[in-house]
């Protein structure tokens, strides 16, 4: 079996290949991509994506988003941050996962997420999916990016398993459909 460094080093050559910026090879399917590693090494894969964004000798322009820090954003942008606290103290973790779901969905994502115009060898990668969690699960956000983001390939840096049907996050929580994306290394 391969250790992490040998696989995200097989995602360095993926995310360069035509095949891949182009979507060849998918029967027509959109092109989304999910690289599961065990959680125990996500600080590996964080130092890699910090590699990456450094690297300007990428044959391909990276388009990096930590759902965590923009799920931060979005709650600075709403004024909500200092608040978050008190509300969970005074109303508990499952009022205010509530109020937060009400107040904050895929589009608020997708609407910090967007970049025009998306060019051929546009990358966009997806980290911090398990430290967003509960706040947004990734199949519901990959269904809503997928009209926005069709024209380039998204690859989401997944602390779990995917078996092609089903995600599980942290190979522990309960498993959530989600058929259209494919597995990578």
């Given at each position: 079996?391969?250790?992490?460094?040998?696989?995200?080093?097989?995602?360095r050559e993926l995310i360069q290949d035509p095949d891949f910026l182009e979507g060849k090879g998918l029967s027509n399917e959109v092109n989304i991509r999910i690289f599961c590693y065990e959680p125990e090494d996500e600080m590996a894969v964080r130092h890699f994506i910090q590699q990456l964004e450094s690297d300007h000798s990428l044959s391909c322009q990276l388009r990096i988003c930590n759902l965590y820090q923009t799920?931060?954003?979005?709650?600075?942008?709403?004024?909500?941050?200092?608040?978050?606290?008190?509300?969970?103290?005074?109303?508990?973790?499952?009022?205010?996962?509530e109020q937060l779901h009400s107040a904050i969905g895929e589009g608020e994502f997708i609407e910090k997420m967007q970049f025009e115009p998306h060019e051929c060898g546009d990358v966009l990668i997806l980290t911090g999916v398990?430290?967003?969690f509960p706040f947004m699960r990734?199949?519901?956000?990959?269904?809503?990016?997928?009209?926005?983001?069709s024209d380039i390939p998204i690859l989401v840096m997944y602390p779990g398993e995917f078996d092609g049907r089903h995600v599980k996050l942290f190979n522990r929580?309960?498993?959530?459909?989600?058929?259209?994306?494919?597995?990578v290394v």
């Open positions: 079996m391969s250790t992490i460094e040998e696989r995200l080093d097989k995602v799920f931060l954003s979005i709650c600075e942008d709403m004024g909500i941050t200092d608040a978050i606290p008190d509300m969970e103290a005074e109303d508990g973790s499952v009022f205010l996962l398990g430290e967003v990734i199949h519901s956000l990959l269904e809503a990016l997928q009209p926005h983001f929580l309960q498993p959530n459909d989600y058929y259209r994306a494919f597995n």
